[in-house]
């Protein structure tokens, strides 16, 4: 079912790798709610193969791009422009990568220049994309952009490592470019703080299936699935939300505000 929400608006969409990514859930919700845009990830990701499926069921075209380039994502800005037909009114960012993480590396044993790649792909890059868009002019007044955070950002998850930091990196860079960008446009920039997921960027935090069960315990409402944040991004991205600026908002069933439940009180007994 359809409410057109989002119904002559035209957007930008990194980061869907494949059938479980956030980011292609996004895809095909704003599709359905009468979207167009163009669909963008690392031309590495693109030998998978999996995106072509998805540009064809939304009728999307597809631009490579590493976001950690700004001539890649110079290109990516005019070919959007020129495919849709001018500026955009929305831009998904979704996009985590932490080779630390992949490679089991302790928080107090990092390499360093890892560490200078996580920062880079999962929060420098956001800064890189709305600099590169706010130079080319490329998005409408009262246009939304969105990036997908964790809590990891707030509090310690010590198997999320070096990711943490790039997540509070990145909700800074909202909250800093958020100002400029609605003085000069009045464009909205805003970061979802998401309950853990099946993902393929989820999977690779140690640990993740325990920890998902731990958060499903622990979230009044449960875990908040891939679906449900594709269709907070759309609301995010109608007009229906257009005083939202400068805000992390966590998607979580009520994770983040949760001190304890009796569920979780019921594992540890009577001492
Ligand atoms: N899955 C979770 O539990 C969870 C929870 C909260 C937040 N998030 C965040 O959601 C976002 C999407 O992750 P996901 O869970 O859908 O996993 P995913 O693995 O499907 O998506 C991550 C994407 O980042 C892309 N990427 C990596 N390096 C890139 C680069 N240099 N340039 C362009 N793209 C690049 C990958 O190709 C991939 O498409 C990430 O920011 C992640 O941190 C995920």
Same mark, same amino acid.
């Given at each position: 079912?359809?409410?057109?929400?989002?119904?002559?608006?035209?957007?930008?969409?990194?980061?869907?790798?494949?059938?479980?990514? /956030?980011?292609?859930?996004?895809?095909?919700?704003?599709?359905?709610?009468?979207?167009?845009?163009?669909?963008?990830?690392?031309?590495?990701?693109?030998?998978?193969?999996? @995106?072509?499926?998805?540009?064809?069921?939304?009728?999307?075209?597809?631009?490579?791009?590493?976001?950690?380039?700004?001539? %890649?994502?110079?290109?990516?800005?005019?070919?959007?422009?020129?495919?849709?037909?001018?500026?955009?009114?929305? @831009?998904?960012?979704?996009?985590?990568?932490?080779?630390?993480?992949?490679?089991?590396?302790?928080?107090?044993?990092?390499?360093?220049?890892? !560490?200078?790649?996580?920062?880079?792909?999962?929060?420098?890059?956001?800064?890189?994309?709305?600099?590169?868009?706010?130079?080319?002019?490329? @998005?409408?007044?009262?246009?939304?952009?969105?990036?997908?955070?964790?809590?990891?950002?707030?509090? @310690?998850?010590?198997?999320?490592?070096?990711?943490? %930091?790039?997540?509070?990196?990145?909700?800074? /860079?909202?909250?800093?470019?958020? !100002?400029?960008?609605? /003085?000069?446009?009045?464009?909205? /920039?805003?970061?979802? $703080?998401? $309950?853990?997921?099946?993902?393929?960027?989820?999977?690779?935090?140690?640990?993740?299936?325990?920890?998902?069960? !731990?958060?499903?315990?622990?979230?009044?409402?449960?875990?908040?699935?891939?679906?449900?944040?594709?269709?907070?991004?759309?609301?995010?991205?109608? %007009?229906?939300?257009?005083?939202?600026?400068?805000?992390?908002?966590?998607?979580?069933?009520?994770? $983040?505000?949760?001190?304890?439940?009796?569920?979780?009180?019921?594992?540890?007994?009577?001492?």
């Amino acid at each position: 079912m359809s409410n057109n929400l989002l119904k002559g608006k035209k957007g930008i969409i990194f980061g869907a790798l494949n059938d479980q990514s /956030i980011a292609w859930k996004v895809a095909e919700l704003a599709h359905a709610e009468g979207a167009e845009f163009v669909l963008t990830n690392a031309p590495v990701a693109m030998r998978m193969g999996a @995106i072509n499926e998805l540009a064809e069921k939304t009728g999307s075209k597809i631009i490579p791009a590493d976001a950690t380039s700004n001539e %890649d994502l110079e290109k990516l800005i005019d070919g959007s422009m020129e495919i849709l037909g001018g500026k955009v009114d929305f @831009i998904l960012h979704s996009i985590g990568m932490s080779p630390n993480v992949r490679k089991g590396k302790h928080y107090t044993g990092l390499n360093h220049k890892w !560490y200078n790649q996580t920062l880079d792909v999962s929060a420098i890059s956001f800064h890189k994309v709305l600099q590169t868009a706010m130079e080319k002019d490329a @998005i409408n007044d009262w246009g939304s952009v969105l990036a997908l955070t964790y809590i990891a950002a707030q509090r @310690i998850f010590p198997d999320y490592g070096d990711m943490a %930091d790039a997540k509070s990196l990145l909700e800074s /860079i909202s909250r800093s470019f958020g !100002y400029h960008y609605g /003085i000069k446009r009045k464009v909205r /920039i805003n970061t979802i $703080s998401q $309950s853990p997921t099946v993902t393929t960027a989820g999977s690779g935090v140690k640990g993740f299936n325990e920890f998902i069960n !731990y958060a499903e315990q622990m979230s009044p409402l449960g875990n908040a699935s891939a679906e449900a944040c594709a269709a907070y991004c759309v609301s995010l991205f109608s %007009d229906f939300t257009r005083y939202v600026t400068m805000q992390n908002l966590f998607h979580d069933g009520g994770f $983040s505000a949760t001190g304890v439940t009796q569920q979780v009180i019921e594992k540890f007994g009577d001492n």
